[in-house]
């Protein structure tokens, strides 16, 4: 018993770190979103009734890709009856895929780059790009994913499948695009990557602060672009991940709590990255080819080449989101900037900007817009105001370390209201 229950437990590890690129492996082999999905949860019912008894294989992805293989063909000889054209998907996957446990490492590793950029085909609508990628290539669940665009769930569950339609319709072909094609098709794959990292750097719900696993692809992928196609922005959106992946250890407290960048112990923040990040950076700004990830990169090299936060340049960096807003103007790049100028200029400049974005409405539904203006009304000593952003705030929010922190700040109000 103790063993069968040690191998569900390594299978289980193995399908959160490995089941994603099963997927794009199955999507190349059987040219089917659905049939490799289908694929996908055969091939791991088989190694939970296979595994207790023969053990864990020495190359477990490989034996998953030609289970669900080998399932496939079985679903697809099943239902050949109802639909003639299956059987010829069924013969063409006997001949032409062969065992893939035989395919190159490199290839396998190389599918989910495969993967968005068939996500993310022209063909398809922008939104739809990034919804379908990071549900099929990243695994998140359609409410992550709305949250993350801050629509409902039923809209990107809609755009998912729309998407999948169109790229068996209009029979996108699964493949990295050639060089020529490439750059029109970039700012698609950059913008997903960059969701991706941000749910694992700043888990959009769920009991802990962030998912290293899922920022880490997105790291990956990143190395990969860039392998692909050394492009400033590349460069830019790289050094930002690594930047912002370099403070992870200081950003929450061993009891999981969430501690602000101007509390975290520098000395924990990862100096390799910073140092790659940074070289980055400097390489991407040199070309004058850079855009909105460049610079965002840059304003995280300021913070994080601070020796302390008090020592940190605000002018630099609010200078820097002034650039950005003129190039890539959205509200939250425009609350970042109050959130700088609030820094430069002191509370009641930044509150003022703040007010004045708040009130357009666009930012009603985003947590971080209320505990933001919450902090400068505490700093400035509007209690009540601060405590109804707070409140909004934490109503708002869907991550527990955050809506902790949240309750932290609401009761040390509570105690200074007491005492004065």
């Known amino acids: 018993m103790s063993r069968d229950v040690d191998v569900r437990a390594t299978i289980e590890a193995i399908y959160r770190s490995e089941s994603r690129r099963v997927l794009a492996t199955l999507i190349r082999l059987l040219h089917d979103f659905e049939l490799a999905e289908e694929a996908l949860h055969d091939a791991f019912a088989a190694a939970m009734e296979s595994w207790p008894r023969q053990g864990v294989p020495a190359n477990p992805r490989a034996w998953l890709v030609s289970a669900g293989r080998f399932k496939a063909i079985d679903r697809i000889r099943r239902r050949r009856r109802s639909d003639a054209s299956l059987d010829e998907l069924a013969r063409e996957l006997d001949v032409e895929s062969g065992d893939p446990a035989a395919h190159d490492v490199e ?77 029109e098709r970039l700012d698609s794959v950059l913008r997903v990557v960059y969701l991706v990292f941000n749910e694992g750097y700043s888990a959009s719900s769920g009991a802990t602060l962030t998912r290293h696993d899922v920022s880490g692809e997105a790291v990956r992928l990143g190395r990969l672009l860039l392998e692909l196609l050394p492009e400033p922005e590349v460069q830019g959106l790289l050094a930002l991940m690594l930047l912002q992946e370099s403070r992870r250890a200081a950003r929450t407290s061993p009891e999981g709590e969430l501690v602000l960048l101007d509390d975290q112990d520098r000395s924990l923040w990862n100096r390799e990255q910073i140092a790659q990040g940074s070289a980055l950076v400097e390489q991407a700004l040199a070309t004058r080819r850079f855009g909105p990830y460049t610079l965002q990169a840059a304003i995280a090299a300021v913070h994080a080449n601070s020796p302390a936060a008090d020592a940190t340049d605000w002018t630099e960096i609010a200078a820097l989101y002034d650039l950005l807003l003129e190039i890539d103007p959205s509200p939250v790049v425009a609350l970042n900037r109050a959130v700088a100028v609030a820094m430069r200029d002191g509370p009641l400049a930044g509150l003022t900007l703040m007010d004045a974005i708040l009130a357009r409405g666009e930012l009603a539904d985003y947590h971080l817009a209320h505990s933001a203006r919450a902090e400068l009304c505490r700093r400035l000593g509007r209690l009540a105001d601060a405590r109804a952003s707070y409140e909004t705030a934490r109503g708002l929010t869907q991550q527990e370390p955050e809506r902790r922190f949240l309750e932290r700040r609401l009761r040390d109000l509570a105690r200074n209201s007491a005492q004065s």
Not at 135 to 157: D, K
Not at 159 to 164: D, E, L, Q
């Open 107 to 183: 290839e396998l590793e190389d599918d989910r780059l495969r993967l968005i950029f068939t996500c993310c085909h022209a063909a398809l609508a922008p939104d739809a790009q990034v919804a379908l990628t990071l549900r099929e290539v990243c695994g998140l669940t359609t409410e992550e994913i709305a949250r993350a665009f801050l629509v409902g769930a039923s809209t990107v569950a809609q755009r998912i499948v729309r998407a999948k339609a169109k790229i068996r319709d209009a029979r996108i072909p699964y493949q990295v695009p050639d060089r020529n094609e490439m750059p």
